[in-house]
């Protein structure tokens, strides 16, 4: 079964710094998606960005952007310029392409953003 | 607002009461989820329905009984618990394109159910 390991329970990145937030994740497929949600305080969970697994590019979404690494199984978030409403938490998930219904999550790594 | 509303959105429960959790989707979606958020740990999926079909009942207790009357709508019935299914329950949908593939998940806000 997949597996999506988030390392870091709680972050901290001044405003306008630079911050990345680590995922890695066990699977024995070759196809696959990845995903980073976004849970601010409200708790509606939000979708981030995403990364299909056979494209070598990594995607990109203003100021975020994802450091994918297949044969390591690694996929972080780079967070540029941060904002004081980038303070959430942030799951990353993965989802099979062979049983797209199943979407596995890691366990969150809270974001605070310090003024 | 991403389009999944949940009702009610804090919920106190005795173990002997019955009560329903309600998800409406305004997203033309085609298959809804719940889920259980605990602190500290991944999300964990509990029930996928795809065309009001139930498809994945992931080994959940029978006091949760899922409901799906039609594709916009989602309930999650509940009797009898325990304490320890205090939790944030999401809802999600999501939407399956021609190629038999699921796009991403949207998500309710959520309701966070206490079990006294």
């Known amino acids: 079964a997949q597996t999506v390991t988030q390392s870091q329970p709680e972050m901290s990145v001044q405003e306008a710094e630079t911050v990345t937030l680590s995922c890695t994740y066990d699977?024995?497929?070759?196809?696959?998606?990845l995903f980073w949600y976004k849970q601010p305080p409200s708790r509606q969970m939000i979708l981030v960005i995403r990364?299909?697994?056979?494209?070598?590019q990594n995607a990109t979404e203003n100021r975020f952007s994802v450091n994918f690494q297949k044969a390591a199984k690694s996929f972080s978030l780079k967070i540029s310029d941060s904002q004081l409403g980038d303070a959430a938490m942030y799951f990353c998930a993965y989802r099979s392409s062979y049983n797209n219904n199943d979407m596995r999550f890691g366990a969150g790594t809270r974001l605070t953003v310090k003024p | 607002e991403t389009g999944v509303t949940q009702t009610p959105r804090h919920l106190v429960m005795g173990m002997t009461n019955k009560k329903s959790l309600k998800c409406e989707q305004h997203l033309g979606h085609n298959a809804m989820y719940w889920y259980k958020q605990s602190a500290k740990k991944p999300l964990e999926l509990m029930f996928v329905y795809n065309f009001k079909e139930q498809t994945e009942n992931n080994s959940v207790p029978s006091r949760f009984s899922p409901e799906c009357p039609n594709s916009s709508h989602l309930f999650l019935h509940l009797h009898t618990l325990q304490p320890e299914d205090s939790a944030l329950y999401l809802c999600?949908?999501?939407?399956?394109?021609?190629?038999?593939?699921?796009?991403?998940?949207?998500f309710g806000p959520g309701t966070r159910l206490t079990v006294l």
């Open positions: 999600a949908s999501s939407h399956r394109g021609s190629s038999g593939l699921y796009n991403e998940q949207f």
């Open positions: 990364q299909e697994a056979y494209k070598q």
């Open positions: 699977t024995s497929e070759s196809d696959y998606y």
